[in-house]
């Protein structure tokens, strides 16, 4: 039988060992993370100007102009900030369109971050060294500290990497990719089907059904009120700024460990049960992606996509294939006869099937029934 096999990327933070690097050679890292800061600005302000959410089109604008005014910098620092200035502005774009931030706000950059690709860095994996391209066609190597976490990424292939300065010092995040050998999604497959709502994950299939209580909803809704608490009640408007994003920077690290805790469970119960195949809803279709819905849908919709490739991207790690379904109906129809389910009057989570009388909680059903999707829609289309 033939099995697919994928690429699952991961990135690894180093954190650059500045004991021993010599004046010149800090002088020319921060000639870096100055000069990248005004061309990303640059950019940010042109693409915000036009429009320009492509990366062709801000490198066609701006590229040779930018390259005559900094000559001696290796030109794919420029390229590079054209592809990071076209992401910033695109997710800008995307996130007002959710209402996620104001419409007038205008993005700029702090010049904390460089992109680098394989013509800026190389990586000696077995020195654990990396070294930079700096003005003039010059390198410097910088040694990275390491764990017995990191030595696992020896063998594996590099991509692309970013030098961040933070305020406890300067990081290499490298990308890795590791080729996985995936499970068929067959008709054979053992499968564990994912639903996912504002406070709660219910995962399982035919045999099982569990809950993860994740709170999502609960959460966010502190972190508004306290957001709104600052905004009235703070005047600086420096201040304000800062501890909005100090806020907004809690509340997505916070949500992201709920993602990741609430990932590893779903994967290590679906090991247990001898699965092979993640099964989860496929948001694009049926017109249920953004459209007019109410802003808390939308906001949810938006981390559940987030949720969505957190868990695929481990599940693939850990050999289990991920495969979307239409949802469509899948919280309506009853598991058992297929026939439409009405609320039940015992209870406020529970719908029930006038057919069949079957009662069960919503979650529930969804689960079954995205399970039952998966044997219908996905293998029988592969099969035909
Ligand atoms: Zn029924």
Not at 70 to 93: D, E, F, G
Not at 95 to 112: A, H, S, V, W, Y
Not at 148 to 169: C, I, P, Q, S, T
Request: hydrophobic share 35%; with cysteine; glycine share 6%.
């Amino acid at each position: 039988m033939k099995m697919p096999i994928e690429k699952v990327t991961l990135t690894v933070k180093f954190k650059v060992d500045l004991t021993d690097v010599d004046e010149s050679a800090i002088s020319e890292i921060c000639r870096l993370f100055e000069e990248y800061k005004e061309i990303m600005n640059e950019l940010l302000s042109l693409a915000v100007d036009r429009y320009i959410t492509s990366f062709v089109e801000l490198y066609h604008a701006k590229y040779h102009e930018l390259r005559q005014r900094y000559p001696t910098l290796p030109s794919h620092y420029v390229v590079n900030a054209c592809r990071h200035a076209a992401s910033i502005y695109k997710s800008l774009v995307e996130r007002r369109r959710l209402g996620m931030c104001e419409r007038d706000r205008r993005p700029t950059f702090k010049g904390r971050a460089i992109w680098l690709d394989s013509h800026l860095f190389r990586l000696d994996a077995e020195g654990w060294r990396a070294s930079i391209a700096v003005h003039g066609g010059r390198w410097i190597t910088l040694r990275l500290l390491h764990g017995k976490y990191h030595n696992k990424f020896k063998g594996m292939e590099h991509g692309e990497a970013r030098l961040v300065l933070r305020d406890d010092g300067l990081y290499l995040n490298v990308s890795f990719s590791q080729t996985v050998v995936l499970p068929e999604p067959d008709a054979d497959a053992r499968v564990v089907a994912v639903d996912v709502n504002e406070n709660v994950i219910v995962y399982g299939n035919d045999d099982f059904v569990e809950r993860i209580e994740t709170n999502e909803g609960i959460i966010r809704t502190r972190y508004f009120l306290k957001r709104r608490r600052i905004q009235s009640k703070i005047r600086g408007r420096e201040l304000q700024r800062r501890l909005l994003a100090k806020y907004r920077g809690r509340e997505r690290n916070r949500i992201r460990e709920v993602y990741y805790r609430a990932a590893k469970e779903i994967i290590g119960r679906a090991k247990e049960a001898g699965a092979a195949v993640i099964v989860m809803e496929d948001l694009k279709i049926h017109g249920r992606d953004m459209g007019s819905e109410e802003l808390n849908g939308r906001i949810h919709r938006w981390s559940y996509r987030r949720f969505q490739r957190i868990l695929e991207y481990q599940a693939k790690l850990n050999g289990l294939n991920v495969v979307y379904v239409d949802p469509a109906y899948t919280s309506k129809t009853c598991p058992t006869c297929g026939n439409r389910l009405d609320l039940s009057p015992n209870g406020r989570r529970l719908v029930r099937c006038q057919r069949c009388e079957l009662e069960e909680d919503r979650d529930v059903v969804a689960v079954k029934n995205l399970t039952l999707r998966y044997y219908e829609e996905h293998v029988s289309a592969k099969t035909t």
